[in-house]
């Protein structure tokens, strides 16, 4: 093939200034290889919008359009069924060769990265031991602030909203990873985001087209109408066909990730030839032909696309590296599905013929045939379509050409062997499979129609034959011969991302309930997803394991308290089960030490639904129920004082205070506390529970009753507190009475030795000591003899309490509480003896012996029975004491009883 060459432009001549070297050096920005994983340092450029570039293959030939049928998609018509909005993100841990490295540094200028506000906020943050924490810890409330600011018909919303929150932390701490390093756990942070925001971009828009098929079954019957146009014909496929509709959006989904990855790099790449292909191979060949010299190194003698591979000739050096890049960015657009970008690229280096090979996907289509216009329309696609994805095939075979090349046409042709080969995660892998599968179905389906073209069958048969699903894909993928596809396959969102597609929400829930169940805890944001997702596919009304979303919601929780979230605790809460929902929340409670944060609390479970009266008694139950210690008798107390425990049991029951409406609750436990320090000697702990309560909460209970229109008399268990209260309240005023009289009793004046033979100035100080004594003694006796008549009038008012006597309830009538029962009546077997025997001390050492004696028939009345909670060991020794008492009468000239002899 002979041409004159003399009119070409010669290469661009190379020095220090342009080598490969010397640009690495001035601009050291990276670029991510497609579908890559984790993050790394490299300077990602913006992002284009998705409506300047084609979708892949068939997105946007085939995508339905259907009128909305639901309010519980977004407004405005009917929401497409993918939506996508590109952000700047960084790249992967998967860095290729150098060729990445050739966006000059003037791009980063425009990158979201580098605003002010962002700039100062990460500043900030790098101060911070642990940056990512701090910044992403705010996701917690936020996610709470959209899911209670959306009602159950907007979920696309606040998935949209879920977005939103993502990628925003992400732009943050994308900033502070630049700063920071990427060995920082700030590139962790962002990374668990990066995936989460990917993983809602999925649920979105996969679920948003399940629910709209979902929908549209009842409204709608499939009719299939025959064409000649090979687009109207997929068109149908993807309007009946949920399948392929739905591999389809998971192939635009992961083109979008490595869009957001890539941004606009190919806008800034440069290479050596520009406007002319292989300009330096063309300059090699005008000077031989010059100079009529021969070179070393053989190169093609023509410049046709195909002459390298036909001539089995090698391109100039700088060519074929120019090459090797081209096509392996070509293959990165693609990958993102930018073809019109790939295209644009190649026209910019002189391959007008290469964007040519990328055109001829487009599926054919004729509006005249249909039409009945007489004004002729343009025609669509290729007509020879099936030619073209032959020849595709071939190349994609062909083990000459560069394996990006491969790839590429392997992509468009559904050839999966030659895209495999330089997928490099599991991403990309994913991607390949799907992409295959959607151009298999769309295959099959022209062919049945009568649309394919007779050089279809060219094509081999495994990849005709080949029967495609969702299933067979992922299990593909476990048996793929890369370990780090393989690894990648087991990351948690990647397991969700799996699922999602699948739809096998009880697969899902599955591994949920491994992950819970590992010694292994899970990240704070990976738990916060995963109970977001859980309370999305529930408000969509879909059949899920209960079990397994209260354990995930239970787990979260859990993670809130033990971050000191108070604030989000209750909403939480709030979606358990109401018996689950009390016992969660009245654990939280018994976390919480500080008095300001207690009504806080309980206005918070308040507005989120929870029966606070039930949680608030079952906080005050358990916490007094807590301890072994069982009812005994005093002789074996061991420790009267009140213990740490006893103090928390005594603050508990503040919980109950806060709102008037519980005074009757709070009159019921306290009595159940004061019950367990009475029966343990633990008078001063008893007390503190007695002052808690409210002196107004009888009338209050009264009052609150009434305030609801009762007439009747107030419930028997309301009642039986009061009188119980009252109880206790006689029990524990006798007892300080007579510590009053012991403390008074043991605190006698001191009579003043007498002064034997001493001076007038002794006696005269003695006898005004002595007269002293007598005026300290008077009033000590005085004070004596009050203080013994107030604790024989306490002690009797316990002795001899009204309407059945002291811990017996007034009415019967109400639901019968063994434990309370028993409590009561071990009471009163262990409290009525001992004040008896106070009260007899009392009255003994006062020398009220005939009082004394009185006690004796108050307690062997038949009125009272009060004989009845005496043991006969204290019945023994009951009457020891009166025979004392006997014994000092007879002593005084009285008779055993105390009144005076007959003659």
């Not at 009747?712 to 009061?722: G, Y």
Request: aromatic share 8%; net charge negative.
């Amino acid at each position: 093939m002979e041409r004159d060459l003399s009119d070409l432009p010669s290469p661009v001549v190379r020095d220090d200034e342009v080598t490969v070297a010397a640009r690495r050096r001035r601009k050291k920005v990276a670029f991510p290889s497609p579908g890559s994983g984790r993050p790394t340092v490299a300077m990602a450029t913006p992002a284009r919008s998705l409506r300047n570039t084609p979708a892949s293959l068939y997105r946007q030939a085939v995508t339905p359009r259907i009128q909305d049928v639901s309010s519980i998609l977004a407004p405005g018509g009917r929401t497409p069924r993918f939506v996508h909005t590109p952000r700047n993100t960084l790249g992967s841990l998967n860095l290729d060769d150098s060729d990445w490295t050739t966006s000059p540094v003037s791009g980063l200028e425009n990158t979201s990265f580098f605003r002010d506000d962002t700039t100062n906020l990460s500043s900030a943050l790098l101060k911070e031991d642990d940056p990512g924490e701090s910044s992403a810890a705010s996701l917690f409330p936020e996610f709470l602030g959209s899911f209670l600011k959306h009602s159950s018909s907007a979920v696309f919303d606040l998935l949209e909203d879920y977005q939103a929150l993502c990628q925003d932390k992400v732009d943050v701490l994308q900033s502070v990873v630049l700063r920071a390093g990427q060995s920082s756990r700030t590139a962790g942070v962002c990374w668990l985001l990066q995936q989460e925001n990917s993983t809602w971009r999925l649920v979105a828009s996969l679920y948003r087209d399940r629910v709209q098929s979902a929908l549209e079954d009842d409204l709608m019957v499939d009719a299939v109408v025959p064409s000649e146009s090979e687009k109207v014909v997929v068109e149908q496929l993807f309007q009946r066909d949920s399948v392929i509709r739905q591999s389809q959006l998971v192939v635009d989904w992961l083109e979008s990730i490595a869009k957001d990855q890539i941004g606009n790099f190919s806008d800034n790449i440069e290479y050596y030839a520009k406007n002319v292909c292989w300009e330096n191979t063309l300059n090699a060949l005008m000077m031989r032909r010059k100079s009529g010299t021969t070179f070393t190194v053989p190169l093609v003698t023509e410049l046709d696309p195909d002459a390298p591979l036909r001539q089995q000739r090698p391109l100039a050096d700088l060519d074929r590296e120019d090459d090797a890049r081209l096509l392996k960015n070509l293959f990165t657009l693609i990958r993102a599905g930018m073809i019109d970008e790939a295209q644009r690229l190649c026209k910019r280096c002189g391959q007008s013929w290469r964007a040519a090979t990328l055109e001829g996907w487009k599926l054919y289509h004729d509006p005249n045939m249909t039409s009945g216009s007489l004004e002729l329309q343009p025609v669509e696609g290729n007509p020879q379509r099936g030619i073209w994805k032959v020849c595709c095939w071939r190349m994609a075979e062909e083990e000459q050409l560069n394996r990006y090349e491969r790839a590429i046409y392997g992509s468009l042709s559904g050839n999966l062997k030659p895209l495999l080969a330089v997928c490099e995660s599991w991403e990309d892998s994913v991607w390949a499979y799907f992409r295959v599968m959607v151009d298999s179905l769309v295959e099959k389906e022209l062919m049945s129609s009568g649309m394919a073209h007779q050089e279809v069958e060219t094509l081999p048969r495994e990849y005709l034959e080949a029967n495609w699903t969702m299933e067979t894909v992922f299990e593909e993928l476990q048996a793929s011969e890369s370990k780090k596809v393989l690894e990648e396959a087991k990351e948690h969102y990647h397991v969700i991302q799996r699922f999602v597609v699948l739809g096998d929400l009880d697969g899902l829930l599955e591994e949920f309930s491994d992950w819970l169940t590992d010694s292994k805890p899970l990240p704070s944001h990976l738990l916060r997803f995963m109970t977001h997702l859980v309370l999305f596919f529930r408000s969509l009304g879909l059949a899920l394991k209960e079990e397994v979303c209260v354990d995930v919601v239970k787990a979260y929780v859990s993670l809130l308290i033990r971050d000191q979230q108070t604030d989000l605790v209750a909403s939480y809460v709030g979606q358990l089960p109401s018996e689950l929902a009390t016992a969660q929340y009245a654990a939280f409670l018994e976390t919480v030490s500080q008095p300001e944060l207690r009504p806080h609390c309980l206005q918070l479970a308040t507005e989120a639904g929870l029966d606070v009266s039930a949680i608030t008694k079952l906080v005050v139950e358990t916490v007094r129920e807590r301890d072994e210690s069982q009812f005994m008798h005093h002789s074996q107390t061991l420790e009267t004082g009140t213990t740490k425990e006893d103090q928390g049991k005594i603050d508990i029951i503040d919980w109950l205070l806060f709102d008037p409406a519980h005074r009757a609750e709070a009159l019921k436990q306290s009595n159940a506390i004061m019950r367990k320090f009475l029966a343990l000697q633990k008078h001063d702990a008893a007390k503190a529970v007695f002052s808690k309560v409210p002196e107004d909460s009888m009338r209050a209970i009264y009052c609150q009753w009434s305030s609801v229109g009762q007439t009747a008399p107030l419930p028997a268990e309301d009642e039986n507190a009061i009188r119980e209260h009252l109880c206790i309240r006689a029990y524990l005023e006798a007892h300080e009475a007579f510590t009053d009289w012991f403390s008074h009793s043991s605190s006698a004046p001191q009579k003043p030795a007498p002064v034997s033979e001493a001076k007038f100035t002794e006696r005269v100080a003695n006898e005004m000591r002595e007269k002293e004594y007598q005026t300290a003694l008077s009033a000590w006796s005085s004070r004596l003899d009050a203080l013994t008549e107030d604790v024989k009038e306490r002690i009797y008012n316990v002795l001899l309490f009204v309407d059945g006597g002291w811990m017996v309830d007034s009415r019967q009538d109400c639901e019968q509480d063994c434990e309370r029962s028993f409590q009561m009546k071990s009471l009163r077997s262990l409290c009525l003896p001992r004040l008896s025997f106070l009260l007899l001390s009392v009255l003994q050492s006062s020398s009220r012996h005939q009082e004394a004696l009185r006690l004796a028939d108050i307690l062997s009345s038949d009125q009272h029975h009060l004989y009845q909670v005496f043991s006969k060991d204290e019945l023994r020794r009951l009457l020891q004491k009166l025979r004392e008492s006997s014994v000092a009468l007879l002593d005084r000239g009285l008779d055993p009883l105390g009144y005076e002899l007959q003659p």
